[in-house]
């Protein structure tokens, strides 16, 4: 039978790379062997919110994997402390051995002999769930060699053999490279305690050090970010939204994090504090530089609003309505008192113009975003590994909502001319928030703003109140509704339309979220729906440890099925180094497959099974004489 011509093209360019049927065969044989290797381990994060030390923290400890681990390999072969003194040469292998040099008068060559050993076998048995080659490539490349040969070290081995890894380990000690062969170690084992990150959204904004985060994450081998709404207002800013622009230092002044801006992103705020001080009043309930900018931030949002009908955010435009004279702005619900009428660049007649001054800051904020590389850098990678839905195994991640309502299910919403909903929508906003990065227009821009604050953005997923939360001294007009997504997703049913809508697997999948943090201090659960939903967000970020009673939820997904860990609050790296003083943890494991699951079970599954069928094509190919073998 003739094979098609689209087909052959394609067996043609894989016999590039695979020339010979011996080359067919040893690959196919490899892929089949790497379908019966165990499922490797995801750890997904959520809303971090610039918390980068216990970020980091929960990073090195791999959430609690690599403490687990150390107790199977370990067992009661050493004691509790002694296990916890290697978990933390694992989590921080400089620091760890200063302090026990420091301890010990320096470091003999038993200890180092006795630990180098212990992290070798710890490494050893992370690596059996990967192919030798993955582990190679895993490995620093300047202790590559000599920690393959160490990883060969099987019980019951010659003697000859066991003395050969002893010499080596004589010779990293002898030579001054232990400090070094430690951090390699330790990096390896982390490096394949979990396989892949998954960081379900909003990694800036309340902490100070979202960008040492992003530093970090531009590290890891392999990684996915669905974006979150805090995420996206800075990729907004750095494309250039001035709407955007304004919020994010809003943010960071409310907040007290204006490091981030000036020192981090070198994005200088003196024409706008020289602009605030000469302009508004100091000593008032609200700071003159917070003033300052909210009323440049709601005369670019109400112009913004006015340019695009279509957003359906009329209700924002609250600027107009306000009245100095009365002291009051004008809500829909009736009149409400300010907090502050020291607003002297708000014009009666024209309340959403900028004053020279207020454009000066403007175009002065917009350069400096423009020029900050290293915020370029960092927007350039969420876009790189960003989306704003990812599905994977079966599971679907983001971090808002669908919008949704109890009519249609899923909400229609009509942007620029045309109605769009879940997945249309989802994918539609995709593809217009990379054009206002690749290709920016003004709607593109705006657009940005608009999945910040939209009312049907599924980011955002409730009616934000900032005006009121600024200018506006009764707290009851702060309430923010949301949207009926997360009511209506108490229905596992629900949960499997909304499955079914982005592309994951309605029986056996689950949503994963953040955005709304989890109040467990208050009885909420962060697995809901029968486990068809978790939530993730448990709180990073130090201003809601009060709220939620946790310092943030991470999931584990493994062979053996889902967890979720329930962390408490980090204090320092000095008191994990004096005082083994981990961050510890809550573990429920909600959901247990009923045998190991393997690599075959998983999307990589799916893939490699493509892939020896193409490669079986091509053998078919050269068995047949349509494609002839070439020296490899």
Not at 76 to 92: A, K, P, V
Not at 422 to 444: V, Y
Not at 574 to 587: H, P
Request: glycine residues 6%; hydrophobic residues 35%.
């Amino acid at each position: 039978m003739d094979m098609d011509p689209q087909e052959l093209r394609y067996l043609a360019l894989l016999s590039e790379q695979f020339p010979t049927r011996q080359s067919v065969f040893t690959e196919v044989i490899n892929l089949e062997a790497i379908l019966g290797l165990p499922k490797a381990t995801e750890h997904f994060m959520s809303d971090v919110h610039g918390e980068y030390e216990a970020f980091e923290h929960i990073l090195n400890n791999c959430s609690g994997v690599i403490r687990e681990r150390v107790r199977e390999v370990f067992g009661s072969e050493l004691s509790q402390d002694e296990q916890d003194d290697l978990c933390t040469l694992i989590y921080y292998p400089d620091e760890k051995l200063e302090k026990v040099a420091d301890e010990m008068g320096g470091l003999t060559l038993d200890w180092w002999r006795a630990n180098l050993l212990r992290l070798v076998r710890v490494a050893k048995h992370f690596a059996s769930a990967y192919t030798q080659s993955k582990v190679r490539k895993s490995m620093p490349v300047a202790y590559a060699y000599i920690i393959d040969e160490l990883l060969r070290d099987q019980a019951g081995q010659p003697e000859e053999r066991a003395a050969y890894h002893e010499r080596i380990i004589e010779t990293i000690v002898d030579t001054g490279s232990g400090p070094d062969f430690v951090e390699s170690l330790a990096s390896l084992i982390k490096r394949l305690a979990v396989d892949r990150l998954h960081i379900v959204g909003d990694l800036y904004d309340r902490g100070p050090h979202a960008d040492k985060i992003l530093d970090r994450l531009a590290e890891h081998p392999n990684v996915d970010v669905q974006w979150g709404n805090h995420d996206i207002l800075w990729m907004g800013a750095a494309a250039g939204s001035e709407a955007c622009q304004a919020l994010v230092v809003r943010n960071n002044i409310r907040s007290g994090t204006l490091e981030i801006l000036e020192s981090s992103y070198g994005i200088p705020l003196r024409e706008l504090a020289l602009f605030a001080e000469r302009t508004y009043r100091a000593g008032d309930v609200v700071s003159p530089t917070e003033k300052a900018i909210s009323v440049i931030l709601f005369k670019l949002e109400g112009q913004l609003i006015e340019r695009n009908p279509d957003f359906g955010m009329e209700s924002r435009l609250l600027l107009p309505l306000v009245d100095v004279d009365a002291d009051v702005v004008h809500l829909p619900s009736g009149d409400a008192p300010l907090v502050t009428c020291d607003l002297p660049t708000l014009d009666p007649d024209d309340p959403l113009r900028l004053t020279d001054d207020e454009q000066r800051v403007v175009r002065s904020l917009g350069k400096a975003f423009a020029d900050s590389d290293r915020l370029r850098a960092h927007v350039g990678f969420l876009y790189q590994q960003g989306s704003l839905y990812r599905v994977d195994n079966g599971n679907v991640l983001f971090h808002g909502c669908v919008p949704m309502n109890e009519d249609e299910l899923f909400t229609t919403c009509h942007l620029r001319g045309k109605p769009r909903a879940g997945r249309d929508l989802f994918d539609w906003m995709d593809r217009e928030a990379r054009r206002a990065w690749m290709a920016p227009t003004q709607e593109s821009l705006d657009l940005m703003y608009y999945l910040w604050c939209g009312p049907l953005s599924p980011l955002s997923g409730r009616v934000m109140k900032t005006f009121e939360r600024t200018f506006v001294a009764d707290k009851s007009t702060w309430t923010e509704p949301r949207d009926p997504y997360w009511e209506l997703t108490r229905s596992p049913s629900v949960c499997k339309q909304v499955l079914r809508e982005l592309g994951g697997d309605p029986e056996h999948g689950h949503i994963v979220n953040g955005h709304t943090p989890v109040k467990a201090s208050s009885g909420e659960s962060p697995v809901r729906s029968g486990g068809k939903v978790i939530v993730i967000d448990g709180g990073f970020c130090r201003a809601y440890h009060k709220a939620t009673g946790i310092a943030g939820y991470t999931l584990i997904a493994d062979k053996d099925g889902l967890r979720i860990k329930a962390h408490r609050p980090f204090t320092s790296i000095g008191d994990v180094l004096d005082l083994n003083a981990d961050i510890m943890s809550d573990t429920d494991r909600f959901e247990t497959s009923d045998r190991p699951l393997l690599v075959e079970d998983s999307d990589t599954g799916d893939e490699i099974r493509s892939r020896i069928a193409d490669l079986r094509a091509l053998l078919d190919a050269y068995n047949r004489g349509i494609l002839k073998e070439r020296e490899s």
